[in-house]
Nanobody, 122 residues
Framework: VQLQASGGGLVQAGGSLRLSCAAS????????MGWFRQAPGKERELIAG????????YYADSVKGRFTISRDNAKKTVYLQMNTLKPEDTAVYYC????????????????WGQGTQVTVSS
């Protein structure tokens, strides 16, 4: 599966962005999907995951209540709606796919898209 992330940009603190991740190749419905981010000098972290059906989601504490992951399997696309953005959300955001449907486990993700930069100004 190939993944293409988009939607990053520059936004002021308190603002919103929506990231998209389009999948090609095998249907995205065959995979759990997740969003990771990596800030400068920090390790990449899993911030949100969604199961194949969309019925189960995972959020890191740092984004819980502000970010929402969703998917449209017919469009082979996963979204990350990011609200109430903070400067500490500044990072490169990556989408990833997991064949084993464990959206909460960062070690399970097998396929990666290119990153999209999100910058939140104070």
């Amino acid at each position: 599966v190939q993944l293409q992330a988009s939607g990053g940009g520059l936004v002021q603190a308190g603002g919103s962005l929506r990231l998209s991740c389009a999948a090609s190749g095998r249907t995205s419905g065959s995979y759990a999907m997740g969003w990771f981010r990596q800030a400068p000098g920090k390790e990449r972290e899993l911030i949100a995951g969604i199961s194949r059906s969309g019925g189960s989601t995972y959020y890191a504490d740092s984004v819980k209540g502000r970010f929402t992951i969703s998917r449209d399997n017919a469009k082979k696309t996963v979204y990350l709606q990011m609200n109430t953005l903070k400067p500490e959300d500044t990072a490169v955001y990556y989408c990833a796919a997991d064949r084993n449907n464990h959206p909460y486990d960062p070690q399970e993700y097998d396929y990666w898209g290119q990153g999209t930069q999100v910058t939140v100004s104070s």
